[in-house]
């Protein structure tokens, strides 16, 4: 330790030797004076006159002055004091720049002795200068993609200041980009480059803006600034990004072709031609790209089909949006459709049962119906309905369905067909509806019985009518249909005065026509009381029963008869009178009867014929024969009066009855003188004409009986030995029982009896021909068994609407 502390005190001796020797050579011969550059005019630089040792006399004296070949002249020399002070501003970087120690000298020169001192000033650098950049700004252009670990060169700054108070230090302003690296040049300067650090985003940061700041070491400090605007340029680093993962959009169906739904929307944060983003559609299915269409630009959605929310109600699919250089991304879109009523139910008749029966019970089901509608919620709720009118009800069954019940007891007379309307309206708004009718149809029962136009009938018809005449006609109705209104007509089997009804009268059962069936005599039958039923076809068949009254009116067919005075062949009978009567003598009284009755039997009496018109008169009601003067002698004994008896019918019927008087006293007077008027010569002779006429006939009818006989005779013993050969049994024959067998009964159509049968021998020998060619014998009961006339068949059923045959009888006596 101690050779080293020794060798450092014989440096430092060295370096005070050093001091000495230069401190005593310069006061000796030069001073030298270190002064800060920009010291003002005027400051004090060092004191000359002491520090050369000469006093102020000496410098007076030796007029001391500074020698100078330079201008300007930095220092001035105050002799009075001594001093020595700034003259002009000194500006180191202008009189040495860069070089360094940086001073200047002068001589000062004294006289009487002549001394020359040279003085040397040292200019002392102060930090009067910042570090400056040419610049204010400095522009850069980097791209974002800009590798980590790039340089960019920065431009420098000057500070002319030399050591300590030139350019130290360069200053980045914060960022997180970019660090700052210093390097120093050969010539000693300092330049900065900027290293990226952490990569630039022009999406987030497009422009820095920095600042480099150069800093010197003066005291106090000074400093440069420049701005580093740096401009990041785009690179195509960013993919397009959809603003939402979803799009929910609505549409109503049956929307119009190109109906807007949605924009869907992709952002790329790129610029310019990186960030232009095209639309479409990805993986979409085959059918939606004939619906809907994107705006490759715009991203508008737009429908280009027919929307039908009965088909696809929600539609799914991927929209994708990329840039030139393929970057993508896509979203979902999901597209609701929205339903509108646009579909009209649907109506389907499941079954339907027509014609339904009138007496089906209420509550029938007539019809099933379903109704269907494609659209959904409301706009598919449909509701069915019926015409409340009708006798019907629509109740819903299940799901859809409805039935159609009946809710009365039909009537078929009353509607015989209904036609329901079915309305299905859905509950959308507007609604929409649809209708169909069915046509019911009611099938007819048998409910109705025929029923007659007249709670009763009567008629009128006149006695001694022509049989089959028709009388007149009951008419039935049915309301019901077809069959079970066809009426047919039957006549009671009641008596009528001890027949069967069917023997005075038939009817046509099919027109109701009532025919006489005889002949009537009002004489014998005065009314019919028939009942006539009218039955239907249905089954059963139903009937009702009319009374029918015929009443037969009276013709004026028989003569009065008189019962007084009996008319006798032979005899005489003659009235006395005695020729003392009175006038105004009841002679005798005519009396007569008519079976007709009212005016037909009103009889009225007259003379006619009269012997002596004068004595007798008749009573025109009574038939009172009376003398209307005094009987004297000159009058006949024998009167003959002859008494006409008339009816009042039209035309009247009259009968004469003759009476003989005789006008005397006594009988035997009487006896004479009618002897010779009772055998009447001209009655004689009609007599004996018609006794010959008798005898004739009644002659050939006993021969031609006699013949007969015979012949059939032979004729049965002939059968009889046929019969007997061929085992058959003898049926035996009996006599006719009816030898009238008139057109009576019920005859309807063409009914023929073949009566010929063994069954019911007893009518046997009845035979009913045909009708259709013959002519009737009609035989009238009322004229005793008179063949009255043969009539032609047609004559009789001249009657139009008539189709009664009426069948001949011809009955054969066996
Ligand atoms: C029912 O409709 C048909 C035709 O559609 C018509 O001929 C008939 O008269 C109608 N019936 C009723 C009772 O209205
Ligand atoms: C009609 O009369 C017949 C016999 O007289 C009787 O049996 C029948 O019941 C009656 N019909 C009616 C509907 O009164």
Known sequence: ?????????????????????????????????????????????????????????????????????????????????????????????????????????????????????????????INDHSPAFKSRNIFLEISEIAAVGSRFDLENADDPDVAINTLQNYLLTSNDNFVLKQHSKADGSKFAQMILQKPLDRETNPHLSLKLIAVDGGTPQRSGTVNIDITVIDANDNAPMFKQSVYRATVIENAPIGTYITTVNASDADAGSYGLVAYYFSNLKGGLADIFNIDSASGKITTTGNLDYEKLKKYEFRVGAKDQDGLNDGSNIIIEVIDVNDNAPVINVMSFSSPVSEDAPTGTTIAVINVKDSDSEKNGQITCSIDTNLPFKIQSSLTNYYNLLSDVVFDRETTSEYNVTITATDSGSPPLSSATTLRLFISDVNDNAPIFTKKSYSAHVVENNVPGVSIFTVRARDVDWNQNARVSYLLEDTQVSGSPAS???SINSETGVLYAARSFDYEQIKALQLVVQAQDGGSPPLSSNVSVRILIQDQNDNAPQVLYPVQTGGSLVAEMVPRSVDVGYLVTKVVAVDVDSGQNAWLSYKLQKVTDRALFEVGLQNGEIRTIRQVTDKDAVKQRLTVIVEDNGQPSRSATVIVN?????????????????????????????????????????????????????????????????????????????????????TLQHVYNYEVCRTTDSRKSDCKVGNAGSQNVLIMDPSSTGTMQRIQSEKSILDEPDSPLEVSSIRCGCT
């Open 1 to 125: 330790f101690f050779p080293f502390l020794f060798l450092w005190i014989l440096f430092k001796m060295w370096i005070i030797f050093l001091y000495f020797v230069i401190f005593l050579n310069v006061a000796s011969g030069q001073i030298r004076y270190s002064i800060p550059e920009e010291m003002k005019k005027g400051s004090l630089i060092g004191n000359v006159a002491q520090d050369l040792g000469l006093d102020l006399k000496r410098l007076r004296s030796g007029r001391a002055r500074i020698l100078t070949g330079e201008s300007p002249q930095y220092a001035d020399l105050r002799t009075d004091k001594g001093i020595l002070v700034v003259n002009e501003r000194m500006d180191r970087e202008q009189l040495c720049g860069d070089v360094t120690p940086c001073s200047f000298s002068f001589e000062i020169i004294l006289e009487n002795p002549i001394e020359l001192h040279r003085v040397i000033i040292e200019i002392l650098d």
């Open 661 to 745: 008087v005789a006008v005397a006293d006594s009988f035997p007077e009487v006896l004479s003188e009618f002897t010779d008027f009772t055998h009447d010569k001209e009655y004689n002779d009609n007599l004996t004409f018609y006794l010959v006429l008798a005898l004739a006939v009644v002659s050939f009818l006993f021969i031609t009986c006699l013949v007969v006989i015979i012949s059939v005779k032979i004729y049965r013993w002939r059968q009889s030995r046929i019969l007997y050969h061929s085992s058959l049994p003898v049926i035996p024959y009996y006599p006719p029982r009816y030898s009238d067998t008139l057109g009576t009964g």
């Open 503 to 505: 023997t005075h009268v």
